[in-house]
Nanobody
Framework: VQLQASGGGLVQAGGSLRLSCQAS????????VGWFRQAPGKERDTVAA????????YYADSVTGRFTISRDSARNTVYLQMNSLKPEDTALYYC????????????????????WGQGTLVTVSS
């Protein structure tokens, strides 16, 4: 499965962006999908994840209440709506897919991914 992440850009603090992760195959819809981010000099961390059926989601504490993950199975796409952006949200954002569901309970991290998309850069200016 090939994943294509898009939607990054430069935005002022308080602004919004929507990231998209589109897959090349419909089997994508059988995977748990996660968004990760990596700031310079830091590890790649889980931001949010969504279950196959979209009925369960996980959010990192730092983004709870500001970010929303969703998926459109007809389009083989997962979205990350990011509102009230802060300078500390600046990072490369990656989408990934896993056959399991450990991300939904904040387990596994990057090692649990079966597929990765390329990063999309989000820059939030103060």
């Amino acid at each position: 499965v090939q994943l294509q992440a898009s939607g990054g850009g430069l935005v002022q603090a308080g602004g919004s962006l929507r990231l998209s992760c589109q897959a090349s195959e419909r089997t994508f819809n059988t995977y748990t999908v996660g968004w990760f981010r990596q700031a310079p000099g830091k590890e790649r961390d889980t931001v949010a994840a969504i279950s196959r059926s979209a009925d369960t989601a996980y959010y990192a504490d730092s983004v709870t209440g500001r970010f929303t993950i969703s998926r459109d199975s007809a389009r083989n796409t997962v979205y990350l709506q990011m509102n009230s952006l802060k300078p500390e949200d600046t990072a490369l954002y990656y989408c990934a897919a896993q056959a399991g569901s450990s991300w939904l309970t904040h387990r596994g991290g990057v090692r649990a991914a079966n597929y990765w998309g390329q990063g999309t850069l989000v820059t939030v200016s103060s």
